[in-house]
T-cell receptor, first 116, second 116 residues
Framework: EPEVTQTPSHQVTQMGQEVILRCVPISNHLYFYWYRQILGQKVEFLVSFYNNEISEKSEIFDDQFSVERPDGSNFTLKIRSTKLEDSAMYFC??????????????FGPGTRLLVL | AQTVTQSQPEMSVQEAETVTLSCTYDTSESDYYLFWYKQPPSRQMILVIRQEAYKQQNATENRFSVNFQKAAKSFSLKISDSQLGDAAMYFCAYRSVRHTGNQFYFGTGTSLTVIP
């Protein structure tokens, strides 16, 4: 069964550094998402992406964050200048479409980011 | 904003027994989706079951079923004949049918232990 993959599984970085988290969505999917989960807290929506542009973003997704689909397979989340509070598990997800029939989002295993 | 509450951070069940995981949510919308996702240790979230709010019939998937009480805004998951492989973190999630971004709202999760 196709899966969403994410790399790296763990990332440790120094405060102020840039990080890029990578995701490979399921190949025929059209909608892509990033979520994060700070330890002990809820999984929170960051951003959704469709047709090479952001379709929705949360308050968390400020100017320090950006997303990109640089080629036909990868979907990346960049944090420009990491802060301590960016330490979290970051999940990528994809879905085929968002109508009533195919609204299921498939999640990757996550990247655990630790900012020191 | 929609909120999802899982009041049981941890649950345990004897193998072959039945367990019910609770979830409540708050929304002013009349039509929406509800989901239960399972996240085994170090693995990605997998969809367990979903319910469309306009359907009165409770969803069932093999040993998994839900008790959807729309007026009470309650969406509990029942796992029958529990198996060792059911041990995981279970997340309840809400999705509006209105929002173009298709974002999910998650609960904090319930960690389920299955005792042999």
């Amino acid at each position: 069964e196709p899966e969403v993959t994410q790399t790296p599984s763990h990332q440790v970085t120094q405060m102020g550094q840039e990080v890029i988290l990578r995701c490979v969505p399921i190949s025929n999917h059209l909608y892509f998402y990033w979520y994060r989960q700070i330890l002990g807290q809820k999984v929170e929506f960051l951003v959704s992406f469709y047709n090479n542009e952001i379709s929705e973003k949360s308050e968390i997704f400020d100017d320090q964050f950006s997303v990109e689909r640089p080629d036909g397979s990868n979907f990346t989340l960049k944090i420009r200048s990491t802060k301590l509070e960016d330490s979290a598990m970051y999940f990528c997800a994809s879905s085929l479409r968002i109508d009533r029939i195919q609204e299921t989002q498939y999640f990757g295993p996550g990247t655990r980011l630790l900012v020191l | 904003a929609q909120t999802v509450t899982q009041s049981q951070p941890e649950m345990s069940v004897q193998e072959a027994e039945t367990v019910t995981l609770s979830c409540t949510y708050d929304t002013s919308e009349s039509d929406y989706y509800l989901f239960w996702y399972k996240q085994p240790p170090s693995r990605q979230m997998i969809l367990v079951i979903r319910q469309e709010a306009y359907k009165q019939q409770n969803a069932t998937e093999n040993r998994f079923s839900v008790n959807f009480q729309k007026a009470a805004k309650s969406f509990s998951l029942k796992i029958s004949d529990s198996q060792l492989g059911d041990a995981a973190m279970y997340f309840c999630a809400y999705r509006s049918v209105r929002h173009t971004g298709n974002q999910f709202y998650f609960g904090t999760g319930t960690s389920l232990t299955v005792i042999p």
